[in-house]
């Protein structure tokens, strides 16, 4: 699997809009984009993925660049439950497995 | 999302004895099921891939005598940790693939094991 590099920790305000950085510039053309994010002393949570398009669903929108080498994940109005370590993963379709990095700690404070 | 569950959630056990933690897929039937260990304040570390009706698949490193993988049904996959150490002492991860192309892993809220 390709690499992933994220900030290792955020800052962002309640009811402000959080943009969660993801860079991959060695992503292949068959690999997709995976979110997840984990609250603490809990297991991951599935967020969003995609391949070339830009995503959206009720919890967040992915944001994948022209080039694919570099993503946006945007929680519109985070709250203080959105606290916790996201990872950002590439993963080939079809190929099962995903390699968990060390993802970036968002805190959200009041 | 798809549910996964897992029990117990927490497990205190003398050092010597093992350990049963279950994996259910309560929503969907999971022909492939992950378990992964998490040390505190790592990331998430994968030890085995589990296919319904097969052997596990265990990554480099991790002994497969010791940590005995069954999946016997499509919702259940179950990890024994046998002679359990203190060093085993870890919070437990499973997660199941969903969907039609098996494309997302839906993760259990985790198993944390205290090994005295």
């Known amino acids: 699997d390709a690499k992933t590099t994220q900030p290792p920790s955020m800052d962002c305000a309640e009811g402000r809009a959080a943009n969660l950085p993801c860079n991959h510039s060695t992503i292949s053309g068959n690999e997709y984009v995976y979110w997840y994010r984990q609250i603490h002393s809990q297991g991951p949570q599935y967020i969003i993925h995609?391949?070339?398009n830009n995503e959206t669903n009720e919890m967040a929108s992915l944001i994948i660049t022209e080039d694919r080498k570099s993503s946006t994940l945007i929680l519109p109005h985070a709250t203080l439950r959105d606290t916790a370590v996201y990872y950002c993963?590439?993963?080939?379709?079809?190929?099962?497995?995903?390699?968990f990095g060390t993802g970036t700690r968002l805190l959200v404070s009041p | 999302g798809a549910v996964v569950s897992q029990h117990p959630s927490r497990v205190i056990c003398k050092s010597g004895t093992s350990v049963k933690i279950e994996c259910r897929s309560l929503d969907f039937q999971a022909t492939t099921m992950f378990w992964y260990r998490q040390f505190p304040k790592k990331s998430l570390m994968l030890m085995a891939t589990s296919n319904e009706g097969s052997k596990a698949t265990y990554e480099q490193g991790v002994e497969k005598d010791k940590f005995l993988i069954n999946h016997a049904s499509l919702t259940l996959s179950t990890l024994t940790v046998t002679s359990a150490h203190p060093e085993d002492s870890s919070f437990y991860i499973c997660?199941?693939?969903?969907?039609?192309?098996?494309?997302?892993?839906?993760f259990g809220p985790g198993t944390r094991l205290l090994v005295l």
């Open positions: 993963i590439v993963r080939v379709a079809g190929f099962q497995k995903l390699v």
């Open positions: 995609g391949l070339k």
């Open positions: 997660s199941g693939l969903e969907g039609l192309a098996q494309e997302t892993q839906y």
